[in-house]
């Protein structure tokens, strides 16, 4: 065997030859690996200072800053020279992503927010998108795979729009966020509904009731839940806006863009989604990172053609 460092700096071993006792799949749709996460982050939460110090930030080796405050107890050095550049290969890789899925419409990167405030950023643009009374409708909107809730948190607090999660795992919000929540008029904190959003989520008549009512399908990088709410979403007849992120191309090795691409990349995957109706339409956010947004009014035709589903399209062009 031969101990080497990983990218993220912790020790690990090298060995020439592995045998597989027992081969197990890699991933089953009905019960997908979510106990391990949970599992591995509370082993994280655990770990000896020593052991955590040891390993390099991930932000330190992709940006180079230095995390604020005393939050981060990971390693903010490089032990040599070849650590340094491992993450200088990294960088330099990610910068030549980034500039391969820019798009024209995408705004220069000193006005863009950081990507903290993305969902804040996504709120403001859904009610200026489809208007607060049409999110407001129904039973509100539906925040898939949104974890924490901080989309509907944002919606509540700024909008007051009401919003229900859709999460396997529902992370709770922060005790700053769980005390703002009380203090204006959301004691209970906002509906959470632990279920995976698929082709079998309106199979009990609670989540089907749930899903006729709601006004609008949304997503903030929903990971695997991308296309399952583009889909829902057409089928159910019912706008959405989801802002993909991660393509999992392995576990979908079928999706093919309009040209016969295999979706590979993110710029890819959102041809891929927009390419499911022709009233689909893709925007920009102005935030740092994966910010491009594929939205459906729910209309059949283009929404960037009919003036009353797009507020952004009925606003007065100067002469």
Known sequence: MESALSKHGARVMRCEHVTILEETPRWDP??????????????????????LASLLCRKFQMSGE???????????????????????????????????????????????????????????????????????????VLDIAGGKGALGYELWMNHRIRCTLVDPVPRQLSKHCRKMLRKNDAAEGLPV????????????????ALLEGASVLVGMHPDQATEAIVQGALDAGKPFAVVPCCVFHTLAPHRRTPRGEPVLSTAQFIEYLAAKSPACCTAS????????????????????????????????QAP
């Open 193 to 208: 509904v632990a279920a995976m959003f698929d082709e079998h989520f309106a199979d009990e008549p609670g989540r089907k």
């Open 30 to 51: 009905a019960r997908p690996a979510i106990e391990s996460i949970v599992t591995t982050s509370r082993r994280r939460r655990h770990r000896p200072e020593a052991e």
């Open 285 to 316: 956010l102005q935030f740092a990172g994966r910010n491009r947004v594929v939205y459906h009014s729910g209309a059949k035709e283009n929404p960037c053609e009919v003036q009353w589903q797009c507020q952004q399209c009925v606003i007065p």
């Open 66 to 140: 230095v995390c604020e405050g005393t939050r981060c107890r990971n390693r903010h050095h490089f032990i040599d020279d070849e650590e340094e550049a491992q993450a200088t290969r990294l960088r330099e890789r990610r910068q030549q992503v980034l500039s391969q899925e820019a798009h024209p419409d995408d705004v220069a990167a000193h006005e863009k927010v950081d990507k903290k405030l993305r969902d804040r950023t996504f709120v403001e643009w859904l009610v200026g998108t489809f208007g607060r009374e049409r999110l407001n409708s129904g039973t509100g």
